[in-house]
């Protein structure tokens, strides 16, 4: 069973940053891929970004340039450094994992159907 536990979610004014973590546990394969993705109030969930184990990350067009990926195996945690925010970012934040076979390692993007959800962590940007 794969735990997820997002944090680093805040209030912050626009132009400002934040970088959002998550912890990950109970992951056992060797190929996985791994996203953040965000709700705003009445608004459907949306991808941001993702990255597989392997390291190919995909960005949804709104963020790229401002917000990037990663993870630290040895930590096994997933990271979303968020710069130069805007009041549109505004949503709830939710790390997702879905594990991936050999030969579909590199079959990762913001439509692909992740299996675990964390509980999310809420951000919030200020005009």
């Known amino acids: 069973q794969v735990q997820l536990v997002e944090s680093g979610g805040g209030s912050v004014q626009a132009g400002g940053s934040l970088r959002l973590s998550c912890a990950a546990s109970?992951?056992?394969?060797?190929?996985?891929?791994m996203g953040w993705f965000r709700q705003a109030p009445g608004k459907e969930r949306e991808g941001v970004a993702t990255i597989t184990s392997s390291g190919l990350t995909t960005y949804a067009d709104s963020v790229k340039g401002r917000f990037t990926i990663s993870k630290d195996n040895a930590k096994n945690t997933l990271y979303l450094q968020m710069n130069s925010l805007k009041p549109d970012d505004t949503a709830t934040y939710y790390c997702a994992y879905i594990s991936l076979t050999y030969f579909g390692r590199s079959n990762c993007n913001l439509e692909s159907a992740f299996t675990y959800w964390g509980a999310g962590t809420q951000v919030t940007v200020s005009s």
């Open positions: 109970g992951i056992t394969t060797s190929w996985y891929c």
